[in-house]
């Protein structure tokens, strides 16, 4: 049994070398960095494959073919959904075969048993969490990883587009940048109740949190959400649109679908915000687009 | 490509991935041996700091290709060491390069 278990640790650690790996080489044929937050559906669009939000509850599926798709559905959470995108590519550049992955309270087996599965999430987190980038983002904010917040670790998976708990769990399986007890103790706090200590009220509104640190990539966020930004940060244009100053920001509502720019007058701090419609179903590189009635 | 364009490039990336990361940076000579004298600069940066030196170049460093430490004693390499293995993997694509338009 020992030998056994020995030589399961060592296929992981082989797959989640390659899976790596090919996060790596993904982002720099896309044309990325190695460092920033990523538009994943960008990227699945240079290598190639088309990405489809759809009305059915599932969490991704991947179908190889000419071209690839990938299939994702507008009822997950955005974090979720970019998670999904980051591994259904994975399928695609790791030469998997087509799959449909259910809605993970779903699934009868662990995923991380599949080492498909294990791979395409390996490469998802590092697609989406790249190691240098999250050093990064704790070491301009003066943070550690053991002794963040919680609210600084969700700013933090805000700025990756990423879930709180996913980036939890890749803080502990994939850089070990975090002891057990740590991620233990970060998982008693639900992203549900971080927001309600951010915001200082319950609220069930997504909430995305782009803070001083935020490196001006846009903010992607849906018809609903919950944008903090900055104090005294204002909005060119109608998509978002302030509804309270708070203690830790200027807290606004996405309300239209569509561009907008918002700065910090008097600072250099500045990014575009990108709304999309809520459950948007369609063309991944058309979520963004104003209804032509919206005026 | 010319060696010292490859070493000033090299040492660039390096001291960028340690200022990125918050982490000191010595200074870096030919005999400095970053897995060893860099804080922090552990394998999960490796291919990282391969695929930022292939950007700085203008060329495609496979990061499977381990540039910092020897695959066969897992010695780790010094700056120009390095430097020799990357000049040796560039030309090697090159003379690929030269094969498959001739093929054409």
Redesign the interface.
């Known amino acids: 049994m020992k030998a056994l278990a020995k030589t399961m640790m060592y296929n992981r650690r082989a797959l989640a070398d390659k899976a790596m790996k090919a996060a790596i080489t993904a982002r720099l044929k896309a044309g990325k960095d190695l460092v920033s937050p990523v538009c994943i559906y960008s990227i699945a669009e240079a290598h190639g494959v088309r990405v489809t939000f759809n009305d059915i509850n599932m969490e991704g599926m991947y179908q190889r073919g000419s071209p690839s798709r990938i299939h994702l559905s507008s009822k997950r959470p955005l974090p979720r959904r970019a998670y999904n995108c980051a591994h259904e590519l994975g399928h695609h550049l790791l030469g998997h075969g087509s799959s449909i992955d259910e809605l993970r309270e779903n699934q009868l087996q662990r995923p991380w048993d599949v080492p498909e599965e294990y791979s395409a999430d390996t490469f998802a987190a590092y697609a989406l969490m790249p190691t240098l980038g999250l050093r990064n983002a704790f070491a301009i904010r003066g943070l550690k990883p053991e002794t963040a917040t919680p609210i600084e670790i969700y700013r933090i998976a805000c700025q990756f587009g990423i879930g709180y708990s996913t980036l939890v769990t890749h803080l502990l399986w994939g850089e070990a940048m975090i002891s057990h007890a740590r991620a233990d103790a970060l998982r008693k706090f639900t992203p549900r109740a971080v927001r309600a200590h951010i915001l200082g009220s319950l609220t069930l509104n997504p909430l995305i949190v782009a803070d001083e640190a935020w490196g001006g990539h846009a903010i992607d966020a849906e018809v609903g959400h919950l944008v903090l930004l900055p104090p005294g940060t204002v909005a060119h244009g109608d998509a978002v649109a302030p509804v309270a100053d708070l203690v830790g920001g200027r807290l606004f509502e996405a309300k239209h679908p569509g561009l907008v720019r918002i700065d910090r007058p008097g600072t250099d701090w500045a990014a575009f915000a990108r709304v999309a419609r809520t459950a948007y179903v369609g063309r991944a590189e058309f979520r963004h687009l104003e209804d032509e009635d919206d005026d | 490509m010319d060696a010292n364009l490859i070493k000033a490039k090299l040492i660039e990336v390096l001291q960028a991935?340690q200022s990125?990361?918050?982490e000191d940076c010595p200074a870096i000579d030919g005999g400095t041996k970053p897995a060893e004298a860099l804080p922090?600069f552990t394998s999960?940066?490796w291919?990282?700091a391969a695929?930022?030196l292939?950007?700085a170049l203008g060329k495609?460093i496979?990061?499977?290709a381990n540039i910092f430490v020897d695959d066969d004693t897992k010695v780790p390499l010094a700056i120009n060491q390095t430097v020799a293995l990357v000049l040796k993997i560039l030309e090697a694509q090159e003379a690929q390069e030269a094969e498959e338009a001739d093929a054409e």
């Open positions: 991935v990125l990361s918050g922090k999960k940066v291919p990282v695929g930022m292939g950007i495609s496979p990061c499977e």
